[in-house]
């Protein structure tokens, strides 16, 4: 250790920090009853948080009548898709509630990111931007597409095309979507992996932290988004896109 | 303390069986970092309590996923920061970090060492401002690693960063505070 580096240890020594509060009682206070959660068999690692693209948002949701009115479910990994009566009230489209992370820097056009693998769709070429962000259950990572060259802004996102990347380990049903009546869903397949398509009318994108508090964090809406699993990454692309065109995308992607 | 880690995991382990005296072990143990973590970031007391209080509670849901026998507190950190981030981005506040030397060290009840003894205050001051000075990656970097006394492992953990850009990041902002101070290195 230099001469530097021993005087700043010892100035963080003498830093007057505020005095940090005991927040024992307010957390127990706060904490329900222990959550079971299920563990997923054979892969438990996998996945994750489409919603945490809306983690900060203080949008409080609605949720509860639409919860008891699930209509149809869908399951793809650590991601479910329920058809619910009506949407709960998030906001249409801010920028804040992208959240996407801290901005990465791009190295001859690739995110500057510690992943085991980062898929940067060859369809598209290089991000115009990226951004990256810690979670609890692993790495969240958003390649940002500016509008151009025959994609439209999206009315949700205010940007072209979002290729997000969800690599960590979650159990089942931490990441919730709710599509109402004007929304389609189709199983779809891209390549040899299973993948979702939402298509026709904006969705919910929730991210909840167990079952007793569901929805308890915010969401936003999204447009049409194609969500696959590629084995231990979820893959969301989301734009105004059409189905050959999001699954051309995702066909392209490459570590 | 060579058992702590077992003493951490057999805490993570009851907690996760809804034993929530054994989280406020846990809680106890590591609140004080988390909070110094969440004000570096955040530049607020206020908003650093609730981060903190925020992040426990959604780590305790979020028990299940901690990687058994893995240390505890980078997991925490990682969670602390992205709440504390989160509370800076929607305040849309402040660069600076809000720290400043303890006035006099010597009239705390904590005897500092001999050698904070010796680094006279006018130094520390002067220490200080340049690294308040630097670029905000630069300070973080240098902040958790100095101020805090966090790990590399830690500090990438709570900046999200990769680990090999903590290490670049520190001797680039190390260099720059030489470069401010007109020392060598």
Partial sequence: MTDLERALRLVGEDLAFPEAPDVTEAVLARLGPPTRRRLPGSRRVLVVALAALALALAAALAVPPARTAILDFFGLGGATVQRVETLPAVPRSTSRALDLGRPVRLLDGRPDVELPEVLVPRALGPPDAAYASAESYGTRLTLVYAPGDGVPESPYTGVGILVGQFVGEADEGLVDKLVAGGTRVRRVRVGPYPALWLEGGPHAVLFHGDDEAVFADAGRLAGNTLLVERDDVLVRIEGELDRGRAIAIAESLRP | ?185
């Fill in chain 2, 1 to 185: 303390m060579e058992d702590r880690p077992l003493a951490e995991g057999d805490l993570v382990a009851q907690a996760l069986q809804g034993d929530t005296r054994a989280y406020g072990t846990l809680i106890r143990e590591h609140q004080t970092m988390a909070f110094r973590t969440a004000y570096l970031i955040t530049g607020s007391a206020a908003d650093a309590e609730d981060a903190v209080q925020d992040a426990f509670v959604k780590a305790y849901r979020a028990l299940a996923r901690f990687r058994r026998g893995e240390p505890f507190r980078p997991w925490l950190l990682a969670i602390v920061a992205n709440e504390a981030r989160n509370r800076r981005r929607s305040a849309g506040r402040r660069e600076r970090l809000a720290l400043r030397a303890a006035e006099d060290p010597l009239s705390g009840g904590a005897v500092p060492s001999p050698e904070a003894a010796l680094l006279a205050s006018e130094r520390r001051e002067e220490l200080l401002a340049a690294v308040e000075a630097l670029g905000e990656d630069d300070r973080l970097a240098l902040a958790c690693r100095y101020f805090l006394g966090l790990s590399e492992e830690e500090t990438a953990a709570a900046l999200g960063w990769r680990r090999g850009t903590v290490k670049s990041r520190t001797s680039r902002a190390l260099e720059r505070l030489r470069t401010r101070l007109g020392v060598e290195a």
